[in-house]
């Protein structure tokens, strides 16, 4: 069974930082897009971020210019680093290790996912 982790949520101020942590453990992570999602209270599971094996890399319009994900193959880790936080930014958020990318979306594969980790905003 796959084990996908995410690490480094919390609390932080408006216009602060956190890094959030996804290690899966998958013989084939160095070939998957990973994805970052976020789940506020009352709303679906949107994604944040996602990233394919070259590292190319694509974001919801709402972090654009803000967070960044990034891969460490080696550590079998991806990580999203959030800068210049906002309320709005408060929610779950959720690491899959599997996605597909096809026309223009990205589907995850629902064996995939992490827990989920807290990351709360104040004003």
């Known amino acids: 069974q796959v084990q996908v982790e995410e690490s480094g949520g919390g609390l932080a101020q408006a216009g602060g930082s956190l890094r959030l942590s996804c290690g899966a453990s998958l013989s084939t992570f160095m070939l998957n897009t990973i994805g970052w999602y976020r789940q506020a209270p009352g709303k679906q599971r949107a994604l944040v971020a996602a990233?394919?094996?070259?590292?190319?890399?694509k974001y919801g319009d709402s972090v654009k210019g803000r967070f960044t994900i990034s891969r460490n193959n080696a550590k079998n880790t991806v990580y999203l680093q959030m800068n210049n936080l906002k309320p709005e930014d408060t929610a779950v958020y959720y690491c899959?290790?599997?996605?597909?990318?096809?026309?223009?979306?990205?589907?995850?594969?629902?064996?995939?996912w992490g827990q989920g980790t807290q990351v709360t905003v104040s004003s």
């Open positions: 990233i394919d094996s070259g590292g190319r890399a």
């Open positions: 899959n290790a599997d996605l597909t990318y096809y026309n223009d979306d990205y589907y995850p594969d629902v064996g995939t």
